[in-house]
């Protein structure tokens, strides 16, 4: 039996080791195209897009790069809430990255939602404290216990972390300052007409209100400007009466802040070649979106 | 509560620590209490239907032996009517709803009703498994073969044994039933080989199994979303799936039982590097194998009465083992195409370890591909939602193969589970896990493990010990998935 205890214990402290140096360590692993990482690497960012998956798939960062003349990155994780984007907010504050204009993704369906991480490459990205910050706010309002802990701080990424090499010589290629460079390809009228509207949810989250609120008062301390953005979806969603609710109320929070609505910007939301599905835009729409965009934007 | 949530690691703790606190001759009392609250904490209304089953083949086996005594015809005519009372409740519960599905087809054929549902009733866990238990015990008395148990708790331990109850193994009573009437003392070798049982079982269904049923689920909810590339890499993806999940359910189970001092047989044995059909039947599922060919294939009339009837009695048995495994047209074609394959296999001399020139090992590994592919054509019925759709993907499979071989095609096949290329990672790891499992699988038949996988003192074994834990801790998935064997 003691052969058995030196080896299980033997397994045992090598993954506890594997773990504590990807918690610690990982994060600053270099040659990152996409992620915080490689916006704290470029140092200064005049144009600095922070959303979720929409922003990667509805912000083109050539064109983008073209039309402004400055320097543009586009930080995105799938389903990123206010509350993660405050974080990673902190984060690019505490390394001292200058940001001139930031634009920050306006999504009802995110800022719905009870703190949770949906994108495991957030965990990734973040240094310990923005880990343990999100966590605790998990803990506070979703009552997160024992399994998020060991998804958070144990499960998540190792295959990543394992096979980091190996990914950074393929996927670097997909991404260029956070934006996607990927031909995503349109769909028919008919995939996108039957495809069902996700269900309703109840209301804004408080902390993620509370979490959009914070945001605001980082930009004016530091004398960031900011600017919410909220991306055309199809319009079958666009036009369901609780989305417009919830929209409502997120536009009622940011009151007084500059907001560029989908409306605005004069996006063919109708046309199925310009969507991948209800929320993400495909190659096409990305960039008539973004040229449109900055438009209105830069006018 | 399944054996890959920390709520039933709690609940084993307790059992283990309860059942070595309690006098050896009391332990078969708390295999019993333990397996009463296991059934509880899943579903009392199994946990009913499980009493009753007990009670039932109880008293049912008492009365039939002693009708038997006063004349044989009795105690057969008895002993059929336990039988099909208790295989009456399993079609029941198993069957009624395609039953209802087959009947309302049939009536709108006529235009005679379009109620979509005439009877649905609910799944009961583990009812396949603990009444061909009771069959086979119910059996053995009749056969002469063991006397009727006055011991209601051991035969209650032995029909409702908790590590079995999900998903098997079905051991026979000669073994199991046994060991519960007598001392049930803890065995240091026993216990060493159960861990090394409970780190490979949990690793297959944790990590492995578990880290490639998102990919699989998203192939299968849409076969005409993929090319032929992605679709081929999803089913032969589905094979291991479908392996690590049960083989690895068997070895906790077997790992379990061996902590609480009870020796189960092994249901596995590396079953994809079987050189032919049969053999892959001697390696899959041993314990189901052995029941039908022990109560159907052999009473049928086996091989004895002339090559035509020994077909028929193959194809009988595979349809009834597909119809065990679901009621739906596709388990029944999976088990007529393994029926078929079966009987198309000539009698092959069994390969045995003795590869020593290059051409036996060509030889060898040319038919352990070729099996797996014809195994994996079949779990493509197995695992498709309608026969329809499993045509479909293998019509697709086969018409958009050429098509989707280029870049575009390999990135696709990636990039099925996430969408992006962070699916490279699961990819990766995931192949990796797969050859690391193949290595090991093939040391263990062919190569330098063979005959002493289960050896907890050997070097090999360690290291893969150290491994698994290694990998349950960190590349683990707990509690997310059900066993798919559970649903059978």
Redesign the interface.
Known sequence: ?K??VK??F???I???V??CIKNFVAYRLPGKSSGMQAAIQEKNIDYLFLGSSLFRQGIDINIALEETKGNCFIISYNGNQPVQMREELAMLLKHQVEIENIYVDLYVYSAALRPAISDK?FIWDMDTRGKINVFSEMVEHSEAG??EF?DFF??AN???F??YP??QL??RN?FYKGGNL?ETPGRTRNVLDHLETPGDRERIHEAQKQALIDIITMCKEQGIHLTFLEIPKYYTLEQADYYQRLQGELEQIIEGQEYISASQVGFDNRNPENYQDLFHLSARGRREYTKQLLNVELR | MTFDTIRFCVFFMMVMGGFYLTPVAKRKYVVLASSVAFYLLLDVKVSLLGFVTVVFTYFGARIMERLRQEKIIYGRCCFWGIITILIGILLGFKYLNFASDVLCQVLQWFHLSTQKKVFELFAMIGLSYYTLKAVMYVAEVYQERRKPEKDFVALASYLLFFPQIIAGPIDPPRSLLSQLKGKLCYREELAKKSLLFLASGYMKKLVIANMIVGYVDCIYDDVTAYGGLTLLYGIFLYSVQIYCDFSGYSEISIGLAGLLGIEVGDNFHCPYLAADIKDFWNRWHISLSGFLKEYIYIPLGGNRKGSVKKVRNILVTFVISGLWHGANYTFLFWGFLHGILNCLCKKTKRQDTNCNTFQDRVKLFGNIALTFVLVTVGWVFFRANSFQQAVTLLYRLVTEFSASVSMDGVREMVMVYTGDMMSLSPFLMSGCLMFLLFVREYRCTYGGLAGQYDKMGNQENMVWFSLCIFFIICFGNFGSQGFIYANF
Do not use: D, P, Q, W
């Open positions: 039996m052969k058995y080896y299980a033997m397994g045992l090598f993954a506890m594997f773990c490459r024992t399994k060991v144990i499960s190792n295959e990543y394992l096979f190996i990914f393929v996927g997909e990927r």
